[in-house]
């Protein structure tokens, strides 16, 4: 079956880094859109960043654009997800999730767009 590991959370000064990654197995990874999302406490799960099935796309959501870079490496099935100028704000539990690549939905940000999410991991940037 399809699993998604998250790991590299933890707790940060705000202005710190933190570096995510996500390993897949029971799937053809470089046939899937990646993507990272991320749930605050009593708030919906939001988009972060998604990657495509090569590499070269990228999109970001517009709060970390310039902060957070997306990465995957197809020949170890992992993504991963570097993030910089950490603010409190960006204290969540952030969810590594795949999608099969389909035209026309490799852009749609939605959480229901996604076919398979690992268990996520705690970030916790203080002030």
């Known amino acids: 079956q399809v699993q998604l590991v998250e790991s590299g959370g933890g707790l940060v000064q705000a202005g710190g880094s933190l570096r995510l990654s996500c390993a897949a197995s029971g799937l053809t990874f470089s046939n899937y859109v990646m993507g990272w999302f991320r749930q605050a406490p009593g708030k919906e799960r939001t988009f972060v960043a998604t990657?495509?099935?090569?590499?070269?796309?990228?999109n970001y959501a517009d709060s970390v654009k310039g902060r957070f870079t997306i990465s995957r490496d197809n020949a170890k099935n992992t993504v991963s997800l570097q993030m910089n100028s950490l603010k409190p704000e960006d204290t969540a539990v952030y969810y590594c999730a795949a999608k099969l690549f389909i035209i026309g939905r490799t852009y749609d940000t939605s959480v229901s767009s996604y076919d398979y999410w690992g268990q996520g991991t705690q970030v916790t940037v203080s002030s």
């Open positions: 990657i495509g099935r090569s590499g070269i796309t990228t």
